[in-house]
């Protein structure tokens, strides 16, 4: 286990820069998701601890030796892949014992710790079989029993759930949760589901067009997102977005589209008549007389909540309930956004505007 | 399946004649689909193999009509030395070329593999000798080895590394030597070009996966590119064996046989016995004797093929 510093690093392919400098602090650990959308260079820049890309500039150290110019065998890292990359003429008992083959470890010692992670995993039964005779999440539990053998330093985990189908993919998670309350080795996952990345993490790493929008633990993050882009994709539904303008007259209120008024906490200093991007969640609409006039559009119950599509002000927002209001399409409503749990952006840079 | 396919006919419909039964069969339908190519076969593959192996039983020549002599042929060939030193010939061609063509192919597909500027035309080029005509580049090579004009004994010459020119063709080792070289040269783009496709389904994951796990390049080849390469070896080295054991053209027109019979294949021999000489059944009995050789050698790559448990194995996702 150690510490993972990452100083601003920045990766170009040819004349094409894809991370802009990115300073992200990993604590020995800790497990940290990086998320972010395709192409927002998290997966690059996993590659880059990993060792199988060049870093352009910048440093990245594990524990307190600088790796940039470390062989990916000697970072001490183990990295699950999106796809598994298991030998598919092994077995999964070769297929974990390989890296202390390669090591020349005794067939006694690979046996050992074969087992021992086979256990943890509950993949004993399996040991003999092929990768082709095992189904996805078995698999998956190959790859991660590779990595654990090892007793690296680092896990690295490269979408690793990507491939495997929905009510696998939330057992998978919890189980690589657990594995590492149990180990706690420090690990590094990729991932572009936030769900994934909210339950799982200690720290999130927001990456966007090859940059950090924003760090932090899960809940800071949904609670202060530090911008419009960080704000709308964490959390589901995504947060609703209006635009409008500041108004301070005695109370500060927020003028919605088509001169809809909005609740405002506090405003920001010296705002009135600002530009601003009004966010909401969801699940912070309430129904009451002094809230805004909605048309309801659709109304989606899941049982345990219920989404309704409703225009404010001729803008189309979602709202979550959990009580059991009796809705029907064209219904007139009023929906209150809670003052304390609202969100305001600059209009051009997407900044974050209040406290 | 046409049981199933078919649903019986109701009592109403039983008045309906045999041969519209039969034209809604569709097992005869199906026959009918299938006669072209089994017409096709029999009469280019299975007819010529079965009149050459019932030549072989006869003393046929050609104009005249043979009778059945049992295995005549068979045992005059047991006594024959010239037909021993063409098996023997004949293994020590397909050894040692094929196993060259192996490992030359090999290494140029894991060459051609690696990224380098103009891939695509070094790969286009690798399969110029699979293209020319073989007779073409045996007369070439014919040139190449000439005992007069041989460009290599020329510049050998010049260099003055030899005195005198090097009897390439008219001395048997070197005999030996040129036409399994011009094999070669003909045989390895074919092998080096299907395993680079073989090279080319390898997962780069599994090339990092290992590099993580610790692995040399040579440990990548060793343990993951090999073991993934089995099944596609064994395929072009059977083809490559084939071929090569049953090569006649190359020989014909760079040596034919000679000197003093020292690269008689057993294809050429059977050719120069039936149709130079007119032997047709004993020709024909030298022919059939490489049966049981390309037997032997598909034999090994099926039973080769069929040990990689790891290809097999139910799938369950």
């Given at each position: 286990?150690?510490?993972?510093?990452?100083?601003?690093v920045r990766k170009?392919?040819?004349n094409f820069e894809?991370?802009?400098?990115?300073?992200?602090p990993?604590e020995?650990g800790?497990?940290v998701v990086l998320v972010?959308?395709?192409?927002c260079?998290?997966s690059?820049l996993?590659r880059?601890l990993?060792?199988?890309e060049?870093?352009t500039?910048?440093?990245?150290?594990?524990g307190d030796?600088v790796?940039n110019n470390?062989?990916?065998?000697?970072r001490?890292?183990a990295?699950?892949?999106?796809?598994y990359?298991?030998?598919p003429?092994?077995?999964?008992a070769?297929?974990m014992?390989f890296s202390?083959k390669?090591?020349?470890a005794?067939?006694?010692?690979?046996?050992k710790?074969?087992?021992?992670?086979?256990?943890?995993?509950?993949?004993?039964p399996?040991?003999d079989?092929?990768?082709?005779q095992?189904s996805g999440g078995q698999?998956?539990?190959?790859?991660?029993?590779?990595?654990?053998?090892r007793?690296?330093?680092?896990?690295?985990?490269d979408e690793?759930l990507s491939?495997?189908d929905?009510k696998?993919?939330?057992?998978m998670?919890?189980?690589?949760?657990e594995l590492?309350?149990?180990?706690k080795?420090?690990t590094?996952?990729?991932t572009?589901d936030q769900?994934e990345?909210?339950?799982m993490?200690?720290k999130?790493?927001?990456?966007h067009?090859?940059?950090?929008?924003q760090?932090?633990?899960?809940?800071?993050?949904y609670?202060?997102p530090?911008n419009?882009?960080v704000a709308?994709?964490?959390g589901s539904p995504?947060?609703?977005?209006?635009k409008?303008?500041?108004?301070?007259n005695?109370?500060?209120t927020?003028?919605?589209?088509n001169?809809v008024?909005?609740?405002?906490k506090t405003?920001?200093?010296?705002?009135?008549g600002?530009?601003?991007?009004?966010?909401?969640?969801p699940?912070?609409?309430?129904?009451?007389d002094?809230?805004?006039?909605?048309?309801?559009?659709v109304?989606?119950?899941?049982?345990?909540?219920t989404?309704?599509?409703?225009k404010?002000?001729?803008?189309?927002?979602?709202?979550?309930?959990r009580?059991r209001?009796?809705?029907?399409?064209?219904?007139k409503?009023?929906?209150k956004?809670?003052?304390s749990?609202?969100?305001?952006f600059?209009e051009a840079?997407g900044?974050?505007?209040?406290? | 399946?046409?049981?199933v396919?078919?649903?019986?006919?109701?009592?109403?419909?039983?008045e309906?004649?045999?041969w519209t039964?039969?034209?809604?069969?569709r097992?005869?339908?199906g026959f009918?689909f299938m006669?072209?190519?089994?017409a096709?076969l029999i009469?280019?593959l299975?007819?010529?193999?079965g009149?050459?192996?019932?030549?072989s039983?006869t003393d046929?020549r050609?104009?005249?009509v043979g009778?059945?002599?049992?295995?005549e042929?068979?045992?005059?060939?047991?006594?024959?030395?010239?037909f021993?030193l063409?098996?023997?010939?004949?293994?020590?061609?397909t050894f040692v070329?094929?196993?060259l063509?192996?490992a030359?192919?090999?290494?140029?597909?894991l060459?051609?593999?690696?990224h380098?500027?103009?891939?695509?035309?070094?790969?286009?080029?690798?399969?110029?000798?699979?293209?020319?005509?073989?007779?073409?580049?045996a007369l070439a090579?014919?040139w190449?080895?000439?005992?007069?004009?041989?460009?290599i004994?020329?510049?050998?010459k010049?260099?003055?590394?030899?005195?005198?020119?090097?009897?390439f063709?008219?001395d048997?080792?070197?005999?030996?030597?040129?036409v399994?070289f011009?094999n070669?040269?003909r045989?390895?783009p074919?092998?080096?070009i299907t395993?680079?496709?073989?090279l080319q389904?390898v997962?780069?994951?599994?090339?990092?996966?290992a590099?993580?796990?610790g692995a040399?390049?040579w440990?990548?080849?060793?343990y993951?590119?090999?073991?993934?390469?089995?099944p596609?070896?064994?395929?072009?080295m059977?083809?490559?064996?084939?071929?090569t054991?049953t090569?006649?053209?190359l020989?014909?027109?760079?040596?034919r046989?000679g000197p003093?019979?020292?690269t008689h294949l057993m294809?050429?021999?059977?050719?120069q016995?039936?149709?130079i000489?007119?032997?047709?059944?004993?020709?024909?009995a030298?022919?059939?004797a490489?049966?049981?050789?390309?037997l032997?050698?598909?034999m090994?790559?099926?039973?080769?093929?069929?040990?990689r448990k790891?290809?097999?194995?139910e799938?369950?996702d």
């Open positions: 286990m150690s510490s993972v510093q990452i100083r601003d170009s392919f040819g894809v991370l802009h400098g990115v300073t992200i990993i020995d800790q497990f972010g959308p395709s192409g260079g998290k690059t996993l880059m990993a060792g199988l060049n870093i500039s910048g440093t990245i150290s594990i030796r790796v470390v062989q990916p065998k000697e001490d890292i990295m699950v892949f999106q796809n990359a298991l030998y003429h092994m077995t999964v070769e297929n014992g202390l390669l090591r020349n005794s067939s006694d010692e690979i046996n710790r074969v087992k021992r992670a086979a256990e943890i995993l509950a993949l004993s399996l040991l079989r092929y990768p082709r095992l698999r998956q539990r190959v790859a991660m029993g590779r990595a654990i053998v007793d690296p330093q680092v896990f690295l985990f690793p491939n495997l929905a696998l993919r939330v057992a998670r919890t189980e690589i949760k590492h309350q149990r180990l080795t420090t590094v996952y990729v572009h769900i990345a909210m339950t993490a200690d999130i790493v927001v990456m067009d090859g940059i950090v929008e760090m932090g633990t899960p809940l800071e993050l609670d202060k530090d419009q882009f709308g994709f964490i995504a947060m609703n977005f209006l409008g303008h500041v108004r301070v005695g109370v500060a927020f003028e919605g589209p001169g008024k909005l609740p405002l405003a920001p200093t010296a705002s009135d600002r530009p601003a991007v009004y966010g909401v969640r699940e912070h609409f309430t129904i009451a002094d809230g805004a006039e909605a048309e309801i559009i109304v989606e119950p899941t049982g345990s909540e989404q309704v599509f409703a404010v002000g001729g803008e189309q927002v979602v709202a979550v309930f009580e209001h009796q809705f029907n399409p064209g219904d409503v009023r929906l956004p809670d003052p749990l609202v969100h305001l600059d840079t900044k974050r505007l209040n406290a | 399946m046409a049981d396919a078919i649903p019986r006919a109701k009592p109403q419909m039983s309906a004649s045999a039964q039969l034209k809604h069969n097992n005869w339908l009918w006669v072209p190519a089994m096709f009469f280019f299975a007819y010529p193999l009149l050459g192996i019932w030549l039983f046929t050609i104009g005249r009778h059945f002599i049992g295995t042929n068979y045992e005059w060939l047991w006594d024959d030395s010239i021993w063409s098996v023997f010939n004949t293994l020590l061609y070329a094929s196993a063509k192996f030359v192919g090999l290494y140029l597909a060459l051609l593999n690696e380098m500027p103009f891939k695509a035309m070094l790969r286009a080029m690798v399969l110029i000798p699979f293209i020319v005509p073989t007779v073409l580049s090579f014919w190449i080895f000439d005992s007069q004009f041989s460009i004994s020329w510049s050998l010049h260099l003055g590394l030899i005195s005198q020119n090097i009897n063709l008219g048997t080792t070197w005999a030996r030597i040129c399994i011009a070669i040269w045989g390895v074919f092998v080096a395993l680079l496709a073989g389904t997962s780069p994951s599994l090339y990092e996966a590099t993580l796990d040399t390049r440990q990548n080849f060793r993951i590119t090999y073991p993934l390469l089995t596609i070896i064994a395929v072009v059977t083809f490559s064996v084939l071929f054991f090569d006649f053209q020989i014909w027109a760079m040596t046989g003093v019979n020292a294809a050429t021999l059977s050719y016995r039936a149709i000489a007119g032997q047709l059944g004993e020709g024909a030298i022919s059939s490489m049966i049981p050789f390309l032997a050698a598909i090994v790559s099926w039973f080769g093929l069929q040990r790891w290809q097999q194995g799938s369950n």
